[in-house]
């Protein structure tokens, strides 16, 4: 494999895509440009469960909202209600859930707001309660459809993404010296992070390169940024990005 990635997720979610992409024969470096750490309401999640009952729902945005809900839980001996709806809208929250002892989650064919919306499109939802767990901010269009069928939806702030500082001209350096050739993407807000951070000498270098994102949402803002090669993976998930980088690999061979 000639690719050699910049990654851009999260350090130790990173970390375990470069060491697969250095097994398949890639290079790889990581390079966060989103921090996740506890939300402003990770304590109330806790409360929020044992108020639901067997009608209710709870909805993940994604596997740190799974993860640090499960370490509140822990945190006061207590564990996931095995009666309560459980949405994970891709198949890594699932996954976070099922570790957690939480077995029964449904999972949409399109792992995006408008898959959950199908998932729960023919329920009747009038009488349920249901929990949007999630981090700071997102998902607006998902809560907003919700409230029109049920009256009762609420948001859980149980993490926080923050964008890390860095000086970006030694950023810049230390990727052409790397040679990187592809950039890896995992959500819009990565995405932009990054290119408000690259300095205007580089735009040109770094919208040529060929970047990885996990669905067309992201790769229609990657192209509103001016980027000239987008691969979309089949979501986020590890196997799912050395999938398309294997496919980038064989299809243009780049160096």
């Not at 921090?35 to 929020?48: F, K, M, N, R």
């Not at 948001?155 to 990727?175: A, G």
């Not at 770094?206 to 090669?229: C, E, M």
């Not at 691969?231 to 299809?251: C, K, P």
Request: include cysteine; aromatic fraction near 6%; charge should be negative.
């Amino acid at each position: 494999m000639k690719i050699r990635s910049l990654i851009t997720r999260p350090h130790s979610k990173g970390q375990l895509l470069a060491a697969e992409i250095e097994a398949a024969g890639g290079q790889a470096i990581c390079c966060p440009f989103i921090e996740v750490i506890s939300g402003s309401q990770l304590s109330l999640a806790p409360q929020y469960l044992n108020e639901l009952t067997a009608q209710d729902y709870v909805i993940a945005i994604s596997d740190n909202a799974v993860n640090y809900t499960t370490q509140s839980l822990n945190q006061l001996n207590c564990s996931w209600p095995q009666t309560l709806n459980y949405i994970a809208v891709g198949p890594n929250t699932a996954n976070s859930w099922q570790q957690a002892g939480v077995m029964s989650v449904l999972i949409p064919s399109s792992h995006d707001t408008e898959g959950v919306l199908a998932l729960l499109n023919d329920l009747d939802l009038t009488a349920s309660r249901i929990i949007i767990l999630r981090g700071n901010g997102g998902r607006e269009t998902l809560a907003e459809a919700l409230a029109q069928r049920s009256k009762n939806v609420t948001y859980c702030e149980v993490y926080q993404r923050i964008k890390p500082n860095y000086d970006s001209n030694k950023l810049v350096d230390n990727w052409q010296q790397f040679a990187i050739n592809s950039v890896i993407i995992t959500s819009g807000e990565i995405l932009t992070n990054l290119m408000q951070s690259i300095p205007s000498h580089a735009s040109s270098w770094i919208t040529n390169l060929y970047f990885i994102v996990p669905s067309q949402r992201i790769a229609k803002l990657a192209y509103q940024f001016g980027i000239n090669h987008v691969t979309v993976a089949q979501g986020a998930s590890n196997n799912a990005i050395l999938a398309a980088l294997e496919q980038l690999d064989m299809q243009i061979g780049i160096s």
